[in-house]
């Protein structure tokens, strides 16, 4: 990363982001594109090793995550995962990185009797929504995925869920931001917001015309924002490896009620993940693990046998609705509370907030309103 000139530091920009995760990145890169001048600010290092995309799955998945009660949300997801095909071209060409999109689909499978009949459950759901899935006899989900324990007891195939790798998207992230002139600047903890700009923990104002705050699970506790409703969920997470010489273990996603497995293609998985309400504490625990590596072992018996990598946590941010904020709010234009879609929700996200940037129509549902909370301590 090319260093920073005194004056370019100082500099006012058009806009500046708070935030150099997944979204951020993605938003200072799609509207740098349409010609604004753009600062991104992040408190650690870039690519941003506490950014919840560093955890993340990087699963495509809005027809395995429908909910009949979040139907905007459907809506918002179908849309993002629809426009990432053309998302991870046009960012693989603009970085000249990979970023591991995998056409894949998933399939979502039970253990047990209780587990079978939530499987129906969904299946019929995603009917009545009209999205496609593919109803499947544990012998059919078996020859699609040979890895499948033989107990499982029912199974349905999400051919349009598909994966990509969060980690190598924001490493390409960051190339095509450099390359369009955005100001990057890791190791900048922003204490402060306003529609004027941002107030570093080092007393530094970096002005700007607009501030877009897309900093995940630490919104909340930036000032001049207030009763922001955004709150860390900790998720633990396994990265497994296939022993050198040994071919991939799955093929597709495979999910389960309360977990996942996600083949990166090269013989690494990821399994998750946990959702424990522990504040900001990040701390892998030996229960995490157990629950992670019991439930798979039930349903994938080879991931036993892979090589235990890493094991992590990180933090989704959610709101109440577990829908994300998009738009202006308080002066400020927000890009959070993404809770588990925030890598699928990246195109669609980045689009509408560059789009408002621009002075264009984003065309974001009110669904998605910040206002839709009223903030604590708030007049009412």
């Given at each position: 990363?090319?260093?920073?000139?005194?004056?370019?530091?100082?500099?006012?920009?058009d806009?500046?982001?708070?935030?150099?995760?997944?979204v951020?990145?993605?938003?200072?890169w799609r509207?740098?594109?349409?010609?604004?001048?753009?600062t991104?600010?992040?408190?650690?290092?870039?690519?941003?090793?506490?950014?919840?995309?560093?955890?993340?799955?990087?699963?495509?998945?809005?027809?395995?995550?429908?909910?009949?009660?979040e139907?905007?949300?459907?809506r918002?997801?179908l849309?993002s995962?629809?426009?990432?095909?053309?998302?991870?071209?046009?960012?693989?060409?603009?970085?000249?990185?990979?970023?591991?999109?995998?056409?894949?689909?998933?399939l979502?499978?039970?253990?047990?009797?209780?587990?079978?009949?939530?499987?129906?459950?969904?299946?019929?759901?995603?009917?009545?929504?009209?999205?496609?899935?593919?109803r499947l006899?544990?012998?059919a989900?078996?020859?699609?995925?040979?890895?499948?324990?033989?107990?499982?007891?029912?199974?349905?195939?999400?051919?349009?869920?598909?994966?990509?790798d969060?980690?190598?998207?924001?490493?390409a992230?960051?190339?095509?931001c450099?390359?369009?002139?955005?100001?990057?600047r890791?190791?900048?903890?922003?204490?402060?917001?306003?529609?004027?700009?941002?107030?570093?923990?080092?007393?530094?104002?970096?002005?700007?015309?607009?501030?877009?705050?897309?900093?995940?699970?630490?919104?909340?506790?930036?000032?001049?924002?207030?009763?922001l409703?955004?709150?860390?969920?900790?998720?633990?997470?396994?990265?497994?490896?296939?022993?050198?010489g040994?071919?991939?273990?799955?093929?597709?996603?495979v999910?389960?009620?309360?977990?996942?497995?996600?083949?990166?293609?090269?013989?690494?998985v990821?399994l998750?993940?946990?959702?424990?309400?522990?504040?900001?504490?990040?701390?892998?625990?030996?229960?995490?693990?157990?629950?992670?590596l019991?439930?798979?072992?039930?349903?994938?018996?080879?991931?036993?046998?892979?090589?235990?990598?890493?094991?992590?946590?990180g933090?989704?941010?959610?709101?109440p609705?577990?829908?994300?904020?998009?738009?202006?709010?308080?002066?400020?234009?927000?890009?959070?509370?993404?809770?588990?879609?925030?890598?699928?929700?990246?195109?669609?996200?980045?689009?509408?907030?560059?789009?408002?940037?621009?002075?264009?129509?984003?065309?974001?549902?009110?669904?998605?309103?910040?206002?839709?909370?009223?903030?604590?301590?708030?007049?009412?």
């Amino acid at each position: 990363m090319t260093p920073l000139s005194p004056r370019s530091a100082r500099a006012a920009r058009d806009v500046v982001v708070v935030g150099g995760g997944i979204v951020g990145l993605a938003v200072a890169w799609r509207a740098a594109r349409r010609g604004l001048s753009v600062t991104v600010c992040e408190r650690g290092g870039l690519p941003s090793y506490v950014a919840a995309a560093h955890v993340a799955a990087g699963m495509l998945a809005p027809v395995a995550e429908a909910d009949a009660q979040e139907r905007p949300l459907l809506r918002l997801g179908l849309d993002s995962a629809a426009r990432w095909p053309a998302f991870a071209a046009e960012l693989e060409e603009a970085s000249g990185l990979s970023v591991g999109y995998r056409d894949c689909g998933t399939l979502v499978v039970a253990r047990d009797r209780d587990e079978a009949e939530h499987v129906d459950r969904e299946i019929r759901l995603r009917e009545a929504l009209g999205v496609p899935v593919a109803r499947l006899l544990p012998s059919a989900a078996r020859c699609v995925e040979p890895a499948l324990a033989p107990t499982i007891r029912a199974a349905f195939h999400a051919p349009d869920d598909h994966a990509v790798d969060p980690r190598a998207v924001c490493e390409a992230l960051l190339v095509a931001c450099e390359r369009v002139d955005v100001e990057l600047r890791p190791g900048c903890e922003v204490r402060a917001v306003t529609g004027g700009g941002v107030t570093l923990a080092s007393g530094e104002h970096v002005t700007a015309g607009r501030t877009v705050v897309a900093a995940g699970a630490w919104a909340a506790r930036i000032a001049g924002l207030p009763g922001l409703c955004v709150r860390p969920v900790k998720g633990q997470v396994l990265r497994l490896a296939a022993r050198a010489g040994e071919g991939p273990l799955l093929e597709h996603v495979v999910r389960w009620d309360g977990g996942y497995l996600v083949p990166r293609g090269d013989g690494r998985v990821v399994l998750g993940a946990t959702m424990e309400d522990r504040g900001y504490d990040t701390n892998v625990t030996a229960l995490g693990v157990y629950e992670l590596l019991r439930d798979a072992g039930e349903l994938v018996p080879g991931v036993l046998e892979l090589d235990l990598e890493c094991a992590l946590a990180g933090l989704r941010p959610a709101t109440p609705d577990n829908a994300p904020l998009l738009g202006e709010w308080e002066g400020v234009v927000l890009a959070c509370g993404h809770h588990r879609n925030g890598v699928l929700l990246t195109p669609a996200t980045a689009d509408r907030i560059a789009a408002l940037l621009a002075g264009e129509d984003p065309h974001i549902d009110p669904a998605f309103a910040p206002s839709r909370f009223t903030p604590v301590g708030a007049p009412r």
